[in-house]
């Protein structure tokens, strides 16, 4: 299995980043992690194709996480003439909030028909969802964006690959962390602690709860990229655009 991060930014552009989006492929599934604005041109820089996409797995409902669900169906309608499904996993109200996006920002794309399933689930806290091999268990965490955020563990062929989304710090992280063998962890800020995102200290405060094989830190804001040089990278990696981890 392989992680691309197409994007680690965060909503702001710090660092010239692209915002969120993990790539991954399997022996079962290729999926995405989150869809930010940018993930079209994300994917194109690095060769990946968008028609590869089996099934998009959303956090939470911040344009920065799927804003760029619209461009992605345009290509897939337009350019990768498209006839397999789509499914897009997310919170609740992510199918209201996915067609009123597309028709702001691309009117009448989808009352004049596509040529592939377009399938939308919604999250239910802690309950397991298998999707085309892949095994997904959200866990609610804190983060307003006009329906229940949530962090994300990924079992897929033996391995686990977990995720925060966007949130402060919450108890149940840990249980979201343990024994991953990557455990993908926003980082928005070095010191300065915030309800709704986590920072370098209190990540690192709690570094032996997380229990984890791999912890790789993202969405930094610009205070946590300019205090890169303070990150401990004996328990850290610090994502970038265009990394690829093989797990």
């Excluded at 592939?116 to 609610?140: A, I, M, N, S």
């Amino acid at each position: 299995m392989q992680l691309t991060v197409v994007g680690c930014g965060d909503a702001f552009g710090a660092g010239n980043r692209l915002q969120t989006a993990y790539f991954v492929k399997s022996k079962a599934s290729t999926f995405l992690i989150d869809c930010g604005a940018t993930t079209l041109i994300g994917l194109q820089r690095l060769g990946l194709s968008p028609n590869d996409i089996d099934t998009v797995f959303v956090s939470h409902l911040h344009g920065d996480h799927i804003g760029g669900l619209p461009w992605l169906l345009i290509h897939a309608k337009y350019i990768g003439l498209r006839t397999r499904p789509l499914v897009v996993v997310g919170p609740e109200t992510i199918e209201e909030r996915f067609v009123t996006l597309t028709e702001a920002v691309y009117p009448g794309t989808l009352d004049s028909g596509i040529n592939f399933d377009l399938v939308f689930v919604e999250h239910e806290k802690r309950v397991p969802r298998e999707q085309d091999g892949v095994t997904v268990t959200p866990f609610e965490v804190y983060h307003p964006s006009g329906a229940p955020p949530y962090a994300m563990r990924f079992d897929i062929e033996g391995k686990v690959l977990s995720f925060t989304g966007d949130t402060g710090w919450v108890d149940v992280l840990p249980e979201v962390s343990r024994d991953a063998d990557l455990f993908i962890s926003e980082c928005f800020q070095y010191d300065h602690a915030m309800p709704m995102h986590l920072d370098y200290k209190t990540i690192d405060a709690n570094y032996e709860r997380f229990a984890a094989k791999r912890v790789l830190l993202t969405h930094m804001g610009q205070e946590m990229l300019d205090a890169r040089s303070e990150v401990d990278l004996t328990r850290y990696a610090l994502a970038e655009d265009g990394m690829i981890i093989d797990l």
